[in-house]
């Protein structure tokens, strides 16, 4: 697919200026630099944290952190911690840098690469921690993981959404946006500015209980079904990626919340069945919203879902969608677009 038309992204510029007046306005966290400050703060070490179900112990807060993925390196943002990274590892096709909340901190922080992260990379930047998950960096056929990196003398975190839950290679142990604050308060406990992390979450929290407030209640759900990417199976969001509680809390029906998985993928014939009546598209890659709304408006076998035949496509950007600081702004945004599309 060749088109690159552009596509209305109201549900997103939302999302943006929500995030970017709470975040803004919490800016100047203050994290322990070399010296007198940071001999004050090492007395609160060592420190334990559980990742996954697994304790870890740190004699120090790492000060050379390599990121990877768009969400996971917000995070670190969020927290005022780009003093603390080596830099991060992302694509260019996870949005528009330059009009975020953490633009400042995108240009501090350098760029370590646009491909995929691995060994050698991190050891260049000396990183002393990799922030990574399963399937946002780690995985066994690469040889990227957790236990390689910790061979190298390398500490990892990882993303708590990314967590393996016992069903193979199934991820996610708790609810979506529980995850992005476990996250939170561990990396606040971790380097020090657990204030800020709980300033954090409880922002978070009351935004998301705002919005819950004003959502559409009982018959009047929606129901939604998230669309990420792929034509013969769609890929999709199972109950414990982001989308799950962004389509929950905003006051839809997320007709995948019987999958215990995060992004996995499903067949069309489900999707039918479920008939959703609003379809979320993942804005993110090389195919374009735009190219994967006309997709799913051409696709015969979806001529007659509700969603398909009304027209209710709403678009989000990745971003949005994983887990990061922008969830609580995205479950705002799209309980806007679903108060006028209840059944």
């Known amino acids: 697919m060749s088109l690159s038309l552009p596509v209305p992204l109201p549900v997103r510029t939302a999302a943006l200026a929500l995030t970017a007046a709470l975040v803004l306005s919490g800016c100047g966290a203050q994290v322990a630099s070399d010296g007198e400050t ?6 609160r070490y060592p420190v334990t944290i559980e990742n996954c179900g697994e304790k870890a112990t740190f004699d120090k807060a790492p000060r050379r952190v ?3 993925d768009v969400g996971i390196t917000e995070i670190m943002f969020a927290l005022g911690l780009e003093d603390r990274m080596a830099g991060y590892v ?4 996870k949005g528009d840098l330059d009009s975020v909340p953490w633009k400042d901190a995108y240009q501090k922080t350098k760029w370590l690469s646009k491909k995929t992260i691995n060994k050698e990379l991190v050891l260049d ?3 002393d921690l990799v922030f990574a998950g399963w399937n946002y960096g780690f995985g066994e056929d690469n040889g990227f993981t957790p236990a390689e990196l910790n061979r190298l003398g390398i500490d990892t975190y990882l993303l708590t959404e ?3 839950n016992g069903r193979g290679k199934a991820r996610g142990v708790m609810s979506p946006l529980d995850a992005l604050y476990t996250d939170l308060r561990n990396l606040g406990k971790l380097f020090d500015v657990e204030d800020r992390a709980e300033r954090l979450v409880a922002t978070f929290r009351k935004q998301v209980a705002d919005a819950e407030a004003k959502a559409p209640k009982g018959k009047d759900r929606p129901r939604v079904f998230l669309y990420d990417a792929g034509q013969d199976k769609p890929l999709t969001s199972g109950a414990y990626a982001g989308p799950h509680d962004i389509i929950t809390k905003a006051g839809g029906d997320h007709v995948m919340k019987d999958l215990k998985d995060s992004w996995t993928t499903v067949g069309w014939e489900t999707v039918v069945e479920r008939d959703p009546e609003v379809i979320v598209i993942n804005n993110y890659g090389d195919t374009t919203a735009e190219q994967k709304r006309r997709f799913l408006k051409s696709y015969p076998p979806l001529a007659e879902v509700s969603a398909v035949k009304n027209d209710r496509i709403v678009v989000l950007d990745y971003v949005d969608l994983v887990e990061s600081p922008r969830n609580p702004a995205a479950v705002v945004s799209l309980a806007k677009e679903l108060r006028g599309a209840g059944s």
């Open 162 to 164: 990314s967590c393996r």
């Open 125 to 127: 930047a000396k990183a």
């Open 38 to 43: 940071d001999t004050k703060a090492d007395s």
């Open 66 to 68: 390599v990121t990877n």
């Open 90 to 93: 992302m694509p260019d096709d």
